[in-house]
């Protein structure tokens, strides 16, 4: 009986221990990939396909090769979702 409830034991600890490791690991990987993103601050241009577009609101960008702006948020909202 003595033995059952120290392997018990042991499992669950072994089971909590893993799943943080993985949770911390899982947020700091978002959080890396958020921060890739708003370091750039520059996007892909949808109708000149050139790496000018600047972001000038939530979500709205605006490329300074062609002077074109487009809403280019969904990518970010999209993350934020993911991360709850
Ligand atoms: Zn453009």
């Not at 911390?24 to 601050?41: A, P």
Request: glycine fraction near 10%; charged fraction near 35%.
């Amino acid at each position: 009986m003595m033995c059952c409830v120290e392997v018990l034991k042991m499992a669950g600890t072994k089971k909590v221990g893993k799943t943080g490791k993985y949770g911390s690991r899982y947020g700091l990987r978002i959080r890396k990939k958020i921060l890739k993103v708003e370091s750039k601050k520059t996007k892909e241009c949808p109708y000149c396909k050139r790496k000018r577009a600047k972001r000038i609101a939530a979500g709205i960008w605006e490329c300074s090769k062609c002077n074109n702006k487009f809403s280019g948020g969904s990518y970010i909202i999209k993350k934020t979702k993911g991360e709850k």
